[in-house]
C-alpha cells in the first residue's frame, strides 16, 4: 500500500512537471549560400509544428510579437538590404484590435544577403525572437541565438 501511494505521487509530480514545461514547436536551422567571392545567402530556417505559427516581421505589434533578427556587430561583415521572408504568408484580420495579422504555418526561411570583407572563415552571430501560437493561445515569446560560420570561398557549392 505505501509503495503505491509513493508511486502514484511520483507520477502525479512528474506529470505536472511534464505539463508545466512546453517544449518548443518551433525548430530552427541556418544555411549559408555562396552568391559570389565576396557575397552570400544567409537562411535561417524556422520548422513550425502543426498547429502552431509564427509571426512575420510585418505583424501588427497590437495583436502579437513579430518575429525580429538582431544580427551581432561584425566588423567583417555588412548587411545587404533588407531580411527577407520565404514562405507560405497567411493574414487574418482581427476587428476587435483593428489590425492585421500576418504569420507563417509549417516552414518560413529568413533570409539575408551578407558581404564579406577579408579572408574566411567568418562568423555569424545573433539573436532571433518569435512567439509561437496556435489558434487564440501563445507560448511565451522565445528568444534563440544563433551561430553560423562561413567556412570556405566553396560554401554552398
Given amino acids: ?3 503505491t501511494i509513493i508511486f502514484s ?15 518548443d514547436p518551433v525548430k530552427w536551422d541556418f544555411s549559408v549560400k555562396k552568391i559570389n567571392n565576396t557575397t552570400y545567402e544567409v537562411n535561417l530556417i524556422a520548422t513550425i509544428e502543426e498547429p502552431y ?3 512575420s ?8 510579437t513579430p518575429t525580429s533578427v538582431r544580427w551581432e556587430e561584425n566588423r567583417k561583415v555588412k548587411l545587404k ?3 527577407r521572408e520565404i514562405g507560405e504568408l497567411k493574414t487574418e484580420y482581427i476587428e476587435i484590435i483593428n489590425a492585421t495579422l500576418a504569420y507563417y504555418e509549417d516552414k518560413v526561411s529568413f533570409v539575408q544577403v551578407v558581404k564579406v570583407k577579408g579572408n574566411l572563415p567568418v562568423t ?9 501560437c496556435k489558434d487564440e ?7 534563440v541565438e544563433f551561430k553560423h560560420e562561413i567556412l570556405s ?3 554552398g557549392k
Fill in 124 to 132: 555569424l552571430r545573433g539573436k532571433i525572437n518569435y512567439t509561437a
Fill in 57 to 64: 516581421q510585418t505583424t501588427s505589434t497590437q495583436a502579437s
Fill in 53 to 55: 505559427h509564427i509571426y
Fill in 9 to 23: 505521487f511520483l507520477c502525479l509530480l512528474m506529470s505536472s512537471l511534464a505539463i508545466g514545461r512546453t517544449a
Fill in 137 to 143: 493561445q501563445c507560448l511565451p515569446e522565445k528568444t
Fill in 81 to 83: 538590404g533588407k531580411l
Fill in 153 to 155: 570561398a566553396l560554401e
Fill in 1 to 3: 500500500m505505501k509503495k
